[in-house]
């Protein structure tokens, strides 16, 4: 079983309630740019993106999960429901769009060009988020910048369409992995039909909010220095971990 299996009913309904609001407010945005009829979503939890993409027009969903839900807690019909090993290939058909939102960073890191590509195969559109490094979270072994899943994307000739993140970015009612890291990318011979273009906000970026909710963690655990030469101690700490940020970041955009 995958990282996503662990996960218990609380996990579920923790996460149907902080989806509800985030649905409510960026699917009616994808409807104003694609306006898909049938839908997709990879790791669809308890299916409330499914169902706020319903109640706006979709008329067949499907909802793919690799963990545990329990089937009362289902948003969706269970008809539309089916259970998922995201690290295997997979191929559901032909879709308007897929989505993928905070599952890809749960997979174990070889998995990531056979699970966009099984997105890809899905639809021309697809709605994506994951978690970049340093995020943390339940599980999360598959950190990357979005920059990364932007090279193994346009591996399928699929390109960012950054045309979301803008426009909820300071909507602190949605969570802010959502925020900081949903992309839509879209096949580049589909972009004409909907009058778009390769676009982007800014790829790699941190949401001052979890900035914020880091550096109070590291006030809680690190007390002020009582000595210059602990002072210095966390000078260093600083600069190993600038160093080692600016080698992903080097080593990211050698393999892209």
């Given at each position: 079983?995958?990282?996503?299996?662990?996960?218990?009913a609380?996990?579920?309904?923790?996460?149907?309630?902080?989806?509800?609001?985030?649905?409510?407010?960026?699917?009616?945005?994808?409807?104003?740019?694609?306006?898909?009829?049938?839908?997709?979503?990879f790791?669809?939890?308890?299916?409330?993106?499914?169902?706020?993409?319903?109640?706006?027009?979709?008329?067949?969903?499907?909802?793919?999960?690799?963990?545990?839900?329990?089937?009362?807690?289902?948003?969706?019909?269970?008809?539309?429901?089916?259970?998922?090993?995201?690290?295997?290939?997979i191929?559901?058909?032909?879709?308007?769009?897929?989505?993928?939102?905070?599952?890809?960073?749960?997979?174990?890191?070889?998995?990531?060009?056979?699970?966009?590509?099984?997105?890809?195969?899905?639809?021309?559109?697809v709605?994506?988020?994951?978690?970049?490094?340093?995020?943390?979270?339940?599980?999360?072994?598959?950190e990357?910048?979005?920059?990364?899943?932007?090279?193994?994307?346009?591996?399928?000739?699929?390109?960012?369409?950054?045309?979301?993140?803008?426009?909820?970015?300071?909507?602190?009612?949605?969570?802010?992995?959502?925020?900081?890291?949903?992309?839509?990318?879209?096949?580049?011979?589909?972009?004409?039909?909907?009058?778009?273009?390769?676009?982007?906000?800014?790829?790699?970026?941190?949401?001052?909010?979890?900035?914020?909710?880091?550096?109070?963690?590291?006030?809680?655990?690190?007390?002020?220095?009582?000595?210059?030469?602990?002072?210095?101690?966390?000078?260093?700490?600083?600069?190993?971990?600038?160093?080692?940020?600016?080698?992903?970041?080097?080593?990211?955009?050698?393999?892209?």
């Open positions: 079983m995958d990282a996503l299996s662990s996960y218990d609380d996990f579920y309904e923790e996460q149907a309630d902080l989806s509800i609001y985030s649905a409510s407010v960026i699917v009616p945005i994808i409807y104003e740019i694609v306006k898909p009829e049938r839908v997709v979503d790791g669809c939890g308890v299916g409330g993106w499914l169902a706020q993409f319903k109640s706006c027009g979709a008329v067949d969903i499907l909802g793919l999960e690799g963990g545990q839900v329990p089937k009362s807690k289902l948003r969706i019909d269970q008809s539309c429901f089916r259970a998922a090993d995201f690290r295997q290939p191929n559901v058909g032909h879709f308007d769009l897929a989505c993928s939102l905070e599952v890809a960073e749960h997979l174990p890191p070889g998995a990531s060009e056979q699970f966009v590509a099984s997105l890809c195969r899905a639809a021309p559109v709605l994506f988020s994951a978690a970049v490094p340093y995020q943390g979270g339940v599980d999360h072994v598959n990357r910048w979005l920059s990364d899943w932007c090279a193994i994307f346009a591996n399928h000739n699929y390109v960012p369409v950054d045309v979301v993140r803008p426009r909820i970015w300071g909507i602190t009612e949605i969570p802010y992995w959502y925020r900081q890291n949903l992309l839509l990318f879209m096949h580049r011979d589909s972009l004409q039909n909907f009058g778009l273009r390769e676009d982007f906000f800014i790829t790699d970026i941190i949401h001052p909010e979890i900035w914020r909710r880091r550096m109070e963690m590291l006030e809680k655990k690190i007390a002020p220095p009582s000595s210059i030469k602990e002072a210095l101690s966390y000078v260093r700490f600083a600069f190993t971990v600038i160093g080692r940020r600016l080698k992903d970041r080097i080593t990211g955009v050698r393999g892209a």
